[in-house]
Protein backbone atom coordinates (compact mmCIF):
# COMPACT_ATOMS: atom_id res chain seq x y z
CA UNK A 1 0.00 0.00 0.00
CA UNK A 2 1.77 2.91 -1.33
CA UNK A 3 -0.85 5.51 -1.77
CA UNK A 4 -3.18 6.56 0.97
CA UNK A 5 -7.01 6.99 0.08
CA UNK A 6 -9.69 9.81 0.83
CA UNK A 7 -11.08 9.85 4.05
CA UNK A 8 -14.59 9.95 4.47
CA UNK A 9 -16.75 12.30 6.30
CA UNK A 10 -16.23 12.11 10.40
CA UNK A 11 -19.12 14.64 10.71
CA UNK A 12 -21.39 13.50 13.19
CA UNK A 13 -24.57 11.25 13.19
CA UNK A 14 -24.30 8.12 11.74
CA UNK A 15 -21.40 8.71 9.97
CA UNK A 16 -19.56 8.70 13.78
CA UNK A 17 -21.56 5.97 15.46
CA UNK A 18 -20.61 3.46 12.41
CA UNK A 19 -16.88 3.91 11.94
CA UNK A 20 -16.86 3.66 15.67
CA UNK A 21 -18.19 0.30 15.21
CA UNK A 22 -15.90 -0.66 12.30
CA UNK A 23 -12.76 -0.01 15.11
CA UNK A 24 -14.53 -2.32 17.75
CA UNK A 25 -15.11 -4.77 14.54
CA UNK A 26 -11.72 -5.11 12.93
CA UNK A 27 -9.76 -4.22 16.86
CA UNK A 28 -11.73 -7.79 17.52
CA UNK A 29 -10.19 -9.22 15.19
CA UNK A 30 -6.88 -8.20 16.08
CA UNK A 31 -7.62 -9.20 18.98
CA UNK A 32 -8.36 -12.93 18.14
CA UNK A 33 -5.54 -13.30 15.81
CA UNK A 34 -3.00 -12.00 18.95
CA UNK A 35 -4.83 -14.74 21.62
CA UNK A 36 -5.03 -17.35 18.51
CA UNK A 37 -1.26 -17.14 18.30
CA UNK A 38 -0.17 -17.40 22.85
CA UNK A 39 -3.10 -19.65 23.42
CA UNK A 40 -2.20 -22.32 21.59
CA UNK A 41 1.40 -22.90 23.24
CA UNK A 42 -0.43 -23.42 26.65
CA UNK A 43 -2.82 -26.55 25.35
CA UNK A 44 -0.19 -28.13 23.78
CA UNK A 45 0.92 -31.07 25.72
CA UNK A 46 -2.94 -31.58 26.16
CA UNK A 47 -3.23 -31.74 22.65
CA UNK A 48 -0.09 -34.13 22.28
CA UNK A 49 -1.68 -36.17 25.31
CA UNK A 50 -5.22 -36.49 24.63
CA UNK A 51 -4.75 -36.70 19.96
CA UNK A 52 -1.57 -39.04 20.35
CA UNK A 53 0.13 -36.35 18.25
CA UNK A 54 4.36 -36.79 17.79
CA UNK A 55 6.46 -34.27 18.86
CA UNK A 56 6.90 -32.83 15.10
CA UNK A 57 3.12 -32.95 14.68
CA UNK A 58 3.20 -30.75 17.40
CA UNK A 59 5.88 -28.57 16.21
CA UNK A 60 3.97 -27.96 12.90
CA UNK A 61 0.71 -27.11 14.54
CA UNK A 62 2.39 -23.71 15.63
CA UNK A 63 5.09 -23.39 12.93
CA UNK A 64 2.13 -23.99 10.01
CA UNK A 65 0.20 -21.14 11.36
CA UNK A 66 3.41 -18.93 11.60
CA UNK A 67 4.76 -20.21 8.39
CA UNK A 68 1.29 -19.59 6.05
CA UNK A 69 0.91 -16.13 8.31
CA UNK A 70 4.38 -15.34 7.15
CA UNK A 71 4.17 -16.28 3.15
CA UNK A 72 0.46 -14.24 3.18
CA UNK A 73 0.66 -11.19 4.53
CA UNK A 74 2.20 -9.20 2.31
CA UNK A 75 -0.21 -10.45 -0.27
CA UNK A 76 -2.97 -10.02 1.92
CA UNK A 77 -2.09 -6.24 2.59
CA UNK A 78 -2.13 -5.92 -1.14
CA UNK A 79 -5.22 -7.92 -1.75
CA UNK A 80 -7.19 -5.44 0.07
CA UNK A 81 -6.08 -2.90 -1.73
CA UNK A 82 -6.82 -4.31 -5.29
CA UNK A 83 -10.37 -5.61 -4.33
CA UNK A 84 -11.04 -3.66 -1.14
CA UNK A 85 -10.62 -4.27 2.72
CA UNK A 86 -13.60 -4.63 3.63
CA UNK A 87 -13.80 -7.15 1.07
CA UNK A 88 -10.84 -8.85 1.89
CA UNK A 89 -11.30 -8.81 5.80
CA UNK A 90 -14.62 -10.19 6.09
CA UNK A 91 -13.20 -13.35 3.67
CA UNK A 92 -10.30 -13.26 6.05
CA UNK A 93 -12.58 -13.36 9.61
CA UNK A 94 -15.12 -15.95 7.77
CA UNK A 95 -11.96 -17.87 7.04
CA UNK A 96 -10.47 -17.78 9.80
CA UNK A 97 -13.45 -18.65 11.84
CA UNK A 98 -13.71 -21.80 9.67
CA UNK A 99 -10.12 -22.92 10.06
CA UNK A 100 -11.11 -22.83 13.87
CA UNK A 101 -14.24 -24.74 13.50
CA UNK A 102 -11.76 -27.35 11.68
CA UNK A 103 -9.27 -27.57 14.34
CA UNK A 104 -11.29 -27.71 16.74
CA UNK A 105 -13.01 -31.09 15.89
CA UNK A 106 -9.73 -32.31 14.16
CA UNK A 107 -10.14 -35.89 13.98
CA UNK A 108 -6.38 -36.57 14.45
CA UNK A 109 -2.83 -34.88 13.95
CA UNK A 110 -3.13 -34.48 10.48
CA UNK A 111 -6.74 -32.90 10.54
CA UNK A 112 -5.58 -30.18 13.15
CA UNK A 113 -2.15 -29.81 11.31
CA UNK A 114 -3.61 -28.87 7.81
CA UNK A 115 -6.22 -26.77 10.11
CA UNK A 116 -3.34 -24.50 11.38
CA UNK A 117 -2.39 -23.75 8.10
CA UNK A 118 -5.70 -23.28 6.48
CA UNK A 119 -6.52 -20.36 9.86
CA UNK A 120 -2.63 -18.81 9.45
CA UNK A 121 -3.40 -18.91 5.52
CA UNK A 122 -6.88 -16.75 6.50
CA UNK A 123 -5.23 -14.26 9.19
CA UNK A 124 -2.71 -13.30 6.88
CA UNK A 125 -5.85 -12.39 4.55
CA UNK A 126 -7.26 -10.57 7.76
CA UNK A 127 -4.78 -9.20 9.73
CA UNK A 128 -2.92 -6.53 7.58
CA UNK A 129 -6.75 -4.57 6.62
CA UNK A 130 -6.65 -3.63 10.27
CA UNK A 131 -4.40 -0.76 10.13
CA UNK A 132 -5.52 -0.17 6.50
CA UNK A 133 -9.31 -0.01 7.40
CA UNK A 134 -8.37 2.02 10.27
CA UNK A 135 -6.40 4.58 8.21
CA UNK A 136 -9.01 4.92 5.38
CA UNK A 137 -11.98 5.40 8.21
CA UNK A 138 -10.06 7.98 10.59
CA UNK A 139 -8.62 11.55 9.68
CA UNK A 140 -5.11 12.19 10.49
CA UNK A 141 -5.77 14.22 13.86
CA UNK A 142 -7.92 11.25 15.16
CA UNK A 143 -4.93 8.68 14.32
CA UNK A 144 -3.20 9.08 17.42
CA UNK A 145 -5.70 8.35 20.24
CA UNK A 146 -7.06 5.15 17.45
CA UNK A 147 -3.27 3.79 17.30
CA UNK A 148 -3.17 4.07 21.39
CA UNK A 149 -6.19 1.97 21.71
CA UNK A 150 -5.02 -0.41 19.29
CA UNK A 151 -1.87 -0.67 21.29
CA UNK A 152 -3.81 -1.53 24.26
CA UNK A 153 -5.74 -3.94 22.35
CA UNK A 154 -2.32 -5.91 21.55
CA UNK A 155 -0.77 -5.87 25.01
CA UNK A 156 -4.46 -6.87 26.34
CA UNK A 157 -4.17 -10.17 23.57
CA UNK A 158 -0.13 -10.47 24.94
CA UNK A 159 -1.34 -10.95 28.45
CA UNK A 160 -4.54 -13.02 28.12
CA UNK A 161 -3.77 -15.85 25.76
CA UNK A 162 -1.50 -17.70 28.05
CA UNK A 163 -4.29 -17.47 30.50
CA UNK A 164 -7.42 -17.96 28.67
CA UNK A 165 -5.54 -21.26 27.12
CA UNK A 166 -5.02 -22.15 30.39
CA UNK A 167 -8.52 -21.70 31.99
CA UNK A 168 -10.11 -23.31 28.77
CA UNK A 169 -7.49 -26.36 29.25
CA UNK A 170 -8.61 -26.39 32.65
CA UNK A 171 -12.10 -25.98 33.09
CA UNK A 172 -12.75 -28.87 30.49
CA UNK A 173 -15.88 -27.00 29.04
CA UNK A 174 -18.52 -29.65 27.70
CA UNK A 175 -15.93 -31.80 27.78
CA UNK A 176 -14.17 -30.39 24.77
CA UNK A 177 -10.79 -30.35 26.58
CA UNK A 178 -8.13 -28.18 24.11
CA UNK A 179 -10.34 -28.00 21.73
CA UNK A 180 -12.10 -25.44 23.63
CA UNK A 181 -9.12 -23.17 22.67
CA UNK A 182 -10.62 -23.08 18.43
CA UNK A 183 -13.99 -23.14 19.27
CA UNK A 184 -13.98 -20.17 21.01
CA UNK A 185 -13.42 -18.39 17.91
CA UNK A 186 -16.57 -19.08 16.19
CA UNK A 187 -19.11 -17.02 18.27
CA UNK A 188 -16.68 -14.01 17.91
CA UNK A 189 -16.06 -14.86 14.06
CA UNK A 190 -19.43 -15.07 12.95
CA UNK A 191 -20.55 -11.37 14.84
CA UNK A 192 -17.10 -9.83 13.18
CA UNK A 193 -18.64 -11.12 10.04
CA UNK A 194 -22.00 -10.04 10.17
CA UNK A 195 -21.62 -6.69 11.97
CA UNK A 196 -18.28 -6.41 9.56
CA UNK A 197 -20.43 -6.37 6.60
CA UNK A 198 -23.20 -3.74 8.00
CA UNK A 199 -20.75 -0.95 9.50
CA UNK A 200 -17.34 -1.52 7.64
CA UNK A 201 -17.04 1.12 5.33
CA UNK A 202 -15.36 -0.07 1.88
CA UNK A 203 -11.68 1.42 0.49
CA UNK A 204 -9.12 0.67 -2.33
CA UNK A 205 -5.72 1.69 -2.49
CA UNK A 206 -6.10 4.58 -5.77
CA UNK A 207 -3.09 2.53 -7.31
CA UNK A 208 -2.34 -0.81 -5.69
CA UNK A 209 0.63 -2.69 -6.50
CA UNK A 210 0.45 -5.89 -8.22
CA UNK A 211 0.47 -9.85 -6.66
CA UNK A 212 3.14 -11.30 -7.24
CA UNK A 213 2.40 -14.89 -6.92
CA UNK A 214 5.34 -16.76 -7.99
CA UNK A 215 7.20 -15.08 -5.43
CA UNK A 216 4.77 -16.25 -2.62
CA UNK A 217 5.22 -19.83 -4.24
CA UNK A 218 8.83 -19.38 -4.31
CA UNK A 219 9.22 -17.97 -0.84
CA UNK A 220 7.35 -20.81 0.55
CA UNK A 221 8.71 -23.58 -1.31
CA UNK A 222 12.24 -22.40 -0.17
CA UNK A 223 11.21 -22.42 3.81
CA UNK A 224 8.78 -25.93 3.70
CA UNK A 225 12.08 -26.98 2.24
CA UNK A 226 14.15 -25.70 5.11
CA UNK A 227 11.44 -26.28 7.71
CA UNK A 228 10.41 -30.00 6.89
CA UNK A 229 13.78 -31.42 7.33
CA UNK A 230 14.39 -29.79 10.78
CA UNK A 231 11.20 -31.00 12.21
CA UNK A 232 11.05 -34.67 11.07
CA UNK A 233 14.78 -35.13 10.84
CA UNK A 234 15.21 -36.46 14.11
CA UNK A 235 12.25 -38.66 14.15
CA UNK A 236 13.94 -40.48 10.76
CA UNK A 237 17.69 -40.24 11.99
CA UNK A 238 18.57 -37.30 10.02
CA UNK A 239 18.36 -38.89 6.27
CA UNK A 240 20.69 -37.85 3.82
CA UNK A 241 17.49 -36.41 1.54
CA UNK A 242 17.09 -33.56 4.53
CA UNK A 243 20.04 -32.37 4.06
CA UNK A 244 19.35 -32.66 0.35
CA UNK A 245 16.37 -30.52 0.78
CA UNK A 246 18.00 -27.93 3.21
CA UNK A 247 20.95 -26.72 0.77
CA UNK A 248 18.05 -27.13 -2.07
CA UNK A 249 16.29 -24.00 -0.21
CA UNK A 250 19.18 -21.99 -0.69
CA UNK A 251 19.10 -22.49 -4.19
CA UNK A 252 15.07 -21.86 -4.36
CA UNK A 253 15.51 -18.33 -2.33
CA UNK A 254 18.42 -17.68 -4.85
CA UNK A 255 15.72 -18.15 -7.88
CA UNK A 256 13.74 -15.90 -5.98
CA UNK A 257 16.02 -13.06 -5.55
CA UNK A 258 16.48 -13.20 -9.44
CA UNK A 259 13.02 -13.17 -10.57
CA UNK A 260 12.52 -10.35 -8.02
CA UNK A 261 14.82 -8.38 -9.82
CA UNK A 262 13.15 -9.38 -13.33
CA UNK A 263 9.69 -8.50 -11.46
CA UNK A 264 11.06 -5.07 -10.48
CA UNK A 265 12.23 -4.16 -13.47
CA UNK A 266 8.89 -5.45 -15.37
CA UNK A 267 5.93 -3.82 -13.53
CA UNK A 268 7.73 -2.02 -10.37
CA UNK A 269 5.28 -4.60 -8.02
CA UNK A 270 7.70 -7.49 -6.52
CA UNK A 271 7.21 -9.40 -3.18
CA UNK A 272 10.45 -8.16 -2.00
CA UNK A 273 11.74 -4.97 -2.75
CA UNK A 274 15.43 -5.29 -3.06
CA UNK A 275 16.41 -2.16 -3.06
CA UNK A 276 15.60 -1.74 0.25
CA UNK A 277 18.68 -3.80 1.12
CA UNK A 278 20.82 -1.13 -0.16
CA UNK A 279 20.14 0.45 3.13
CA UNK A 280 22.06 -0.62 5.83
CA UNK A 281 20.14 -0.06 8.94
CA UNK A 282 17.25 -1.65 7.23
CA UNK A 283 19.53 -4.84 5.97
CA UNK A 284 20.63 -5.40 10.09
CA UNK A 285 17.35 -4.24 11.36
CA UNK A 286 15.52 -7.57 9.33
CA UNK A 287 18.21 -9.31 10.01
CA UNK A 288 17.85 -8.55 13.90
CA UNK A 289 13.47 -8.99 13.49
CA UNK A 290 14.48 -12.64 11.89
CA UNK A 291 17.12 -13.86 14.60
CA UNK A 292 14.89 -12.02 17.52
CA UNK A 293 11.80 -14.51 16.03
CA UNK A 294 13.71 -17.49 15.79
CA UNK A 295 14.67 -16.68 19.65
CA UNK A 296 11.00 -16.54 20.87
CA UNK A 297 10.18 -19.28 18.91
CA UNK A 298 12.61 -21.75 20.66
CA UNK A 299 11.80 -20.23 24.12
CA UNK A 300 7.97 -20.38 23.99
CA UNK A 301 7.66 -23.78 22.99
CA UNK A 302 10.28 -24.90 25.20
CA UNK A 303 8.97 -23.27 28.11
CA UNK A 304 5.71 -24.69 28.09
CA UNK A 305 7.03 -28.09 27.50
CA UNK A 306 9.58 -27.61 29.89
CA UNK A 307 6.76 -26.54 33.06
CA UNK A 308 3.75 -29.09 31.92
CA UNK A 309 5.32 -32.42 30.45
CA UNK A 310 9.05 -32.04 32.84
CA UNK A 311 7.63 -30.61 35.85
CA UNK A 312 4.24 -31.85 35.69
CA UNK A 313 2.28 -28.65 35.89
CA UNK A 314 -1.30 -28.44 34.82
CA UNK A 315 -2.25 -25.69 32.44
CA UNK A 316 -3.42 -23.20 34.78
CA UNK A 317 -0.44 -23.44 37.19
CA UNK A 318 2.07 -22.78 33.88
CA UNK A 319 -0.30 -20.00 32.49
CA UNK A 320 -0.50 -18.30 35.87
CA UNK A 321 3.71 -18.07 36.01
CA UNK A 322 4.14 -16.15 32.75
CA UNK A 323 1.43 -13.15 34.09
CA UNK A 324 4.64 -11.75 35.45
CA UNK A 325 6.19 -11.91 32.14
CA UNK A 326 3.81 -10.50 30.21
CA UNK A 327 2.85 -7.71 32.37
CA UNK A 328 7.03 -6.88 32.49
CA UNK A 329 6.76 -6.89 28.48
CA UNK A 330 4.01 -4.75 28.45
CA UNK A 331 5.41 -2.11 31.19
CA UNK A 332 8.64 -1.71 29.61
CA UNK A 333 7.12 -0.89 26.03
CA UNK A 334 5.41 1.74 27.07
CA UNK A 335 8.63 2.91 28.60
CA UNK A 336 10.82 1.87 25.99
CA UNK A 337 8.93 4.49 23.52
CA UNK A 338 7.63 7.43 25.42
CA UNK A 339 10.20 7.91 27.62
CA UNK A 340 13.43 6.24 26.97
CA UNK A 341 14.26 5.76 23.38
CA UNK A 342 13.94 9.68 22.64
CA UNK A 343 16.59 10.38 25.16
CA UNK A 344 18.75 7.27 24.56
CA UNK A 345 18.32 6.05 21.28
CA UNK A 346 19.66 3.15 20.26
CA UNK A 347 21.40 2.26 23.56
CA UNK A 348 17.73 1.14 24.61
CA UNK A 349 17.37 -1.45 22.23
CA UNK A 350 21.01 -2.66 23.00
CA UNK A 351 20.34 -2.42 26.79
CA UNK A 352 17.04 -4.89 26.33
CA UNK A 353 18.97 -7.76 24.25
CA UNK A 354 21.63 -7.40 27.10
CA UNK A 355 18.67 -7.56 29.73
CA UNK A 356 16.95 -10.62 28.06
CA UNK A 357 20.06 -12.40 27.61
CA UNK A 358 20.86 -11.80 31.53
CA UNK A 359 17.30 -12.74 32.33
CA UNK A 360 17.71 -16.09 30.33
CA UNK A 361 21.09 -17.23 31.98
CA UNK A 362 19.46 -16.78 35.57
CA UNK A 363 16.68 -19.04 34.45
CA UNK A 364 19.28 -21.81 33.57
CA UNK A 365 20.88 -21.08 36.71
CA UNK A 366 17.81 -21.54 38.82
CA UNK A 367 15.95 -24.59 36.79
CA UNK A 368 19.31 -26.24 37.23
CA UNK A 369 19.80 -25.15 41.37
CA UNK A 370 16.21 -26.37 42.01
CA UNK A 371 15.80 -29.26 39.62
CA UNK A 372 11.77 -30.58 39.57
CA UNK A 373 11.19 -28.83 42.73
CA UNK A 374 11.06 -25.18 41.39
CA UNK A 375 8.18 -23.13 42.23
CA UNK A 376 6.42 -20.68 40.22
CA UNK A 377 7.48 -17.49 42.51
CA UNK A 378 11.27 -18.61 42.01
CA UNK A 379 10.81 -17.96 38.29
CA UNK A 380 9.12 -14.69 38.61
CA UNK A 381 12.47 -12.86 38.99
CA UNK A 382 14.07 -14.36 35.58
CA UNK A 383 10.92 -13.81 33.91
CA UNK A 384 10.40 -10.07 35.24
CA UNK A 385 13.96 -9.59 33.64
CA UNK A 386 13.53 -11.13 30.24
CA UNK A 387 10.12 -9.58 30.25
CA UNK A 388 11.56 -6.06 30.45
CA UNK A 389 14.63 -6.59 28.35
CA UNK A 390 12.12 -7.89 25.44
CA UNK A 391 9.37 -4.67 25.82
CA UNK A 392 12.37 -2.74 25.44
CA UNK A 393 13.51 -4.01 22.16
CA UNK A 394 9.47 -4.80 20.68
CA UNK A 395 8.28 -2.02 20.86
CA UNK A 396 10.89 1.14 18.75
CA UNK A 397 12.06 -1.97 17.00
CA UNK A 398 10.18 -1.24 13.63
CA UNK A 399 11.01 2.09 14.03
CA UNK A 400 14.52 2.04 14.12
CA UNK A 401 14.53 -0.38 11.15
CA UNK A 402 12.69 1.92 9.33
CA UNK A 403 13.84 5.51 10.08
CA UNK A 404 15.81 5.42 6.99
CA UNK A 405 13.85 4.16 4.54
CA UNK A 406 12.48 6.00 1.54
CA UNK A 407 9.30 7.05 2.26
CA UNK A 408 7.92 5.34 -0.73
CA UNK A 409 8.89 2.56 0.50
CA UNK A 410 7.80 2.66 3.90
CA UNK A 411 4.83 0.48 3.29
CA UNK A 412 6.83 -2.40 1.78
CA UNK A 413 9.61 -1.89 4.45
CA UNK A 414 6.79 -2.26 6.93
CA UNK A 415 5.22 -5.31 5.27
CA UNK A 416 8.26 -7.21 4.66
CA UNK A 417 9.54 -6.37 8.63
CA UNK A 418 6.53 -8.46 10.01
CA UNK A 419 7.21 -10.90 7.74
CA UNK A 420 10.30 -12.00 8.19
CA UNK A 421 9.68 -12.42 12.13
CA UNK A 422 7.01 -14.48 11.69
CA UNK A 423 9.44 -17.03 9.59
CA UNK A 424 12.04 -16.18 12.19
CA UNK A 425 9.43 -17.97 14.68
CA UNK A 426 8.37 -20.68 12.25
CA UNK A 427 12.52 -21.46 12.18
CA UNK A 428 12.60 -21.24 15.58
CA UNK A 429 9.86 -23.82 16.28
CA UNK A 430 11.45 -25.72 14.04
CA UNK A 431 15.14 -25.82 15.56
CA UNK A 432 13.34 -27.11 18.80
CA UNK A 433 13.71 -30.63 17.24
CA UNK A 434 17.32 -29.70 17.92
CA UNK A 435 18.19 -27.61 20.42
CA UNK A 436 15.38 -29.53 23.02
CA UNK A 437 14.19 -32.64 21.32
CA UNK A 438 17.82 -33.46 20.53
CA UNK A 439 19.30 -34.06 23.74
CA UNK A 440 16.39 -36.41 24.83
CA UNK A 441 16.41 -39.98 24.54
CA UNK A 442 13.70 -41.47 22.42
CA UNK A 443 13.46 -44.20 25.07
CA UNK A 444 12.94 -42.63 28.84
CA UNK A 445 11.06 -44.19 31.94
CA UNK A 446 8.98 -42.38 33.77
CA UNK A 447 11.01 -41.37 36.63
CA UNK A 448 13.60 -39.89 33.79
CA UNK A 449 11.57 -38.05 31.95
CA UNK A 450 11.34 -34.80 34.11
CA UNK A 451 15.07 -34.69 34.67
CA UNK A 452 15.79 -34.93 30.68
CA UNK A 453 13.37 -32.38 29.93
CA UNK A 454 14.73 -29.80 32.81
CA UNK A 455 18.35 -31.02 30.94
CA UNK A 456 16.85 -30.05 27.25
CA UNK A 457 15.71 -26.45 28.51
CA UNK A 458 18.82 -25.24 29.84
CA UNK A 459 20.03 -26.15 26.38
CA UNK A 460 17.63 -25.15 24.51
CA UNK A 461 18.31 -21.36 26.93
CA UNK A 462 22.08 -21.38 26.55
CA UNK A 463 21.14 -20.86 22.54
CA UNK A 464 18.46 -18.79 23.38
CA UNK A 465 21.03 -16.52 25.40
CA UNK A 466 24.00 -16.84 22.75
CA UNK A 467 21.21 -15.66 20.04
CA UNK A 468 20.57 -12.19 22.50
CA UNK A 469 24.35 -12.02 22.25
CA UNK A 470 23.89 -11.77 18.22
CA UNK A 471 21.43 -9.16 18.63
CA UNK A 472 23.43 -7.00 20.60
CA UNK A 473 25.85 -7.04 17.84
CA UNK A 474 23.71 -6.74 15.11
CA UNK A 475 21.71 -3.23 16.85
CA UNK A 476 24.94 -1.38 15.93
CA UNK A 477 23.76 -1.47 12.53
CA UNK A 478 20.74 0.43 13.39
CA UNK A 479 20.71 4.46 13.34
CA UNK A 480 21.63 6.00 16.82
CA UNK A 481 18.43 7.70 16.96
CA UNK A 482 15.40 7.16 14.88
CA UNK A 483 14.20 9.29 12.83
CA UNK A 484 11.16 11.30 14.56
CA UNK A 485 7.71 10.84 12.58
CA UNK A 486 5.23 13.99 12.05
CA UNK A 487 2.15 12.61 14.51
CA UNK A 488 -0.39 11.73 11.94
CA UNK A 489 1.30 11.13 9.11
CA UNK A 490 2.30 7.30 9.15
CA UNK A 491 2.49 5.79 5.94
CA UNK A 492 0.15 2.77 5.19
CA UNK A 493 1.74 -0.49 6.21
CA UNK A 494 1.59 -3.12 3.62
CA UNK A 495 1.31 -6.31 5.78
CA UNK A 496 0.76 -6.98 9.79
CA UNK A 497 0.13 -4.41 12.73
CA UNK A 498 3.23 -2.40 14.29
CA UNK A 499 5.86 -4.87 16.14
CA UNK A 500 3.84 -3.71 19.17
CA UNK A 501 2.92 -7.60 18.64
CA UNK A 502 5.17 -10.17 19.20
Not at 103 to 119: D, I, T, W
Not at 283 to 299: R, Y
Not at 409 to 434: D, K, Y
Request: aromatic content about 8%; some cysteine.
Amino acid sequence: MNSTDTIPGTAGGETDRRRWFALAIVMTAAFMDLVDVTIVNIAIPSIRQESGASFSQIQWITAGYALAFAAGLITGGRLGDIHGRKRIFLVGIGGFTVASALCGLAVNPEMLVASRFLQGAMAALMVPQVLSIVHATFPAHERGKVFGLFGAVVGLGAVSGPLLGALLTEWNLFGWEWRSIFLINLPVGVAGLVLGGRFITESKAPRALKLDLVGVALVTLGLLMLLYPLIRGRELDWPVWGYVSMAGSLVVLAVLVAYERRKTARDGSPLVELSLFKVKSFAAGIAVQTVFGIALGVFFLVWTLYMQVGLGWRPLKAGLTGVPFSIAVSAAAGMSVQMLVPRFGRKVLQAGALVMGAGVLLYIWESGHYGLTIAPWQMALPLVVMGVGMGLIVAPLTDAVLSEVPREHAGSASGLINTVQQMGNALGLALVSVVFFGTISDRLRPEQIGPAFVDAFQNALGWVAAVMGAIFLLMFALPKRPAQHVEGEQAPVEGKEPALAS
